[in-house]
Structures are given as C-alpha cells and as structure tokens.
C-alpha cells in the first residue's frame, strides 16, 4: 500500500510539474530579458515561437503593403528634402540593408543615431546595432512632418524595425544556437519601443507641414 501512495504522489507531482509550465503571452515574452532568453530550453523556446509566428507574419503583411503603396508615390516625385513621402519611404518601406547605401546620401534629414539606446547593441553577440541605427533614422524624422505625427506612422517605423531584427535572425545558420533565442529577442526589442517609444517618437521637433 505504500508502494502505491508513493507511486501516486510521483504521479501527482510529476502533472504538477507539467501543468505548472508557462503558458506563454505576448506581455511575459516582452519581459523577458537577453539572460532569461538565454536560458530557455529548446522546448520553451519552441512554444514562444508559435505564439510569436501571426504577429510576425501580421507585420511582415503589413508592411508589404506599405511598400508598394510607398513605392509608388516617391516614384513620381523629386527626392529633395523636405519630402514627406520618401522619409517614410526610407524609414520603413526598405530593409536596414538598403537604407544604409542612402545614410548621408541628403543633406536634410537628421542622420544621427544612438543604436539600441538603454538595451544592449548586440546580445548574445547579435548585431541588432544596425537595426537600432535604422528605427533611429525614422524617429528622428517621420515625426519632423505634421503628417507624421501620429501612432500609424509610428508603428510603421516600428514594425520595420521588427522586420530587420527578424533578418538579423534569418541570416543566422540554421544550426546556430542562437537562432531561435534570436527570434524571441527581436521580439523584445520590438515591444519595448512600442510599449516606451511614445515620448521619444512625439519628442521630435516638428518641422514641416
């Protein structure tokens, strides 16, 4: 009888390890941080990333979107600053890749930049710095546009800056450890400037109608 009662309580304990799991939401991913990351088994890491996978696949729809509507208008128009369609354009419409071949290519807009800021430039050795540079690029100038200054526009500028984390992820050999923690961090790093970037988005100066 006791072998019995024994066994029950491994059973029991053992569910209880089992059910006393994370269920995973998007505010707990977004809290995580490099270390707690790091740290996570394979098993976690997996579960994160099908909760992670429609918000991706929301942006990158999205963004697709833009991108050809943007494409179409600066097509037509001249390149001289101020302009406020191919600020946008240059903000969100490109990878960090490509904008980097335009970075002090015009004399008006604000090329300045700080990388990640508060948050590490490269975490587990991962180049986000160029990224970071980019969103810092639209921060510093979409708002500079009455027609900027809005929570659309920052999310646009946002969610480009998810879609060149995600290819800072993508470019890692599929055998690297660091590819799926990778993915998660992108997230991160993501939900901290929509949950924090509000004041510095609307603290650009606005210049141009």
Request: with cysteine; charged share 20%; glycine share 6%.
């Given at each position: 009888?006791?072998?019995?009662?024994?066994?029950?309580?491994?059973?029991?304990?053992?569910?209880?390890?089992?059910?006393?799991?994370?269920?995973?939401?998007?505010?707990?991913?977004?809290?995580?941080?490099?270390?707690?990351?790091?740290?996570?088994?394979?098993?976690?890491?997996?579960?994160?990333?099908?909760?992670?996978?429609?918000?991706?696949?929301r942006v990158e729809s999205q963004l697709?979107?833009?991108?050809?509507?943007?494409?179409?208008?600066?097509?037509?128009?001249?390149?001289?600053?101020?302009?406020?369609?191919?600020?946008?354009?240059?903000?969100?419409?490109?990878?960090?890749?490509?904008?980097?071949?335009?970075?002090?290519?015009?004399?008006?807009?604000?090329?300045?930049?700080?990388?990640?800021?508060?948050?590490?430039?490269?975490?587990?050795?991962?180049?986000?710095?160029?990224?970071?540079?980019?969103?810092?690029?639209?921060?510093?100038?979409?708002?500079?546009?009455?027609?900027?200054?809005?929570?659309?526009?920052?999310?646009?500028?946002?969610?480009?800056?998810?879609?060149?984390?995600?290819?800072?992820?993508?470019?890692?050999?599929?055998?690297?450890?660091?590819?799926?923690?990778?993915?998660?961090?992108?997230?991160?790093?993501?939900?901290?400037?929509?949950?924090?970037?509000?004041?510095?988005?609307?603290?650009?100066?606005?210049?141009?109608?």
């Amino acid at each position: 009888m006791r072998v019995v009662l024994l066994m029950l309580v491994l059973v029991l304990a053992a569910c209880g390890s089992q059910t006393g799991a994370p269920n995973w939401t998007l505010e707990q991913i977004a809290a995580l941080t490099p270390e707690q990351i790091d740290a996570l088994s394979e098993g976690e890491l997996q579960k994160i990333q099908t909760i992670l996978q429609p918000e991706f696949a929301r942006v990158e729809s999205q963004l697709i979107q833009l991108q050809s509507q943007l494409e179409a208008l600066v097509a037509a128009q001249d390149s001289r600053w101020p302009n406020f369609d191919y600020t946008v354009y240059l903000a969100t419409a490109i990878p960090y890749g490509t904008f980097f071949t335009y970075y002090r290519t015009y004399s008006g807009p604000d090329w300045s930049n700080d990388g990640c800021s508060y948050s590490p430039d490269k975490p587990l050795f991962l180049n986000f710095k160029d990224p970071c540079n980019h969103h810092d690029f639209g921060y510093r100038n979409v708002p500079q546009y009455a027609r900027g200054r809005s929570e659309t526009y920052r999310k646009y500028v946002d969610d480009r800056f998810l879609s060149n984390l995600k290819s800072v992820c993508g470019d890692l050999s599929w055998w690297d450890p660091r590819k799926d923690k990778c993915y998660v961090l992108a997230y991160t790093y993501y939900a901290a400037v929509r949950n924090f970037g509000e004041g510095p988005y609307y603290s650009t100066q606005k210049r141009y109608p």
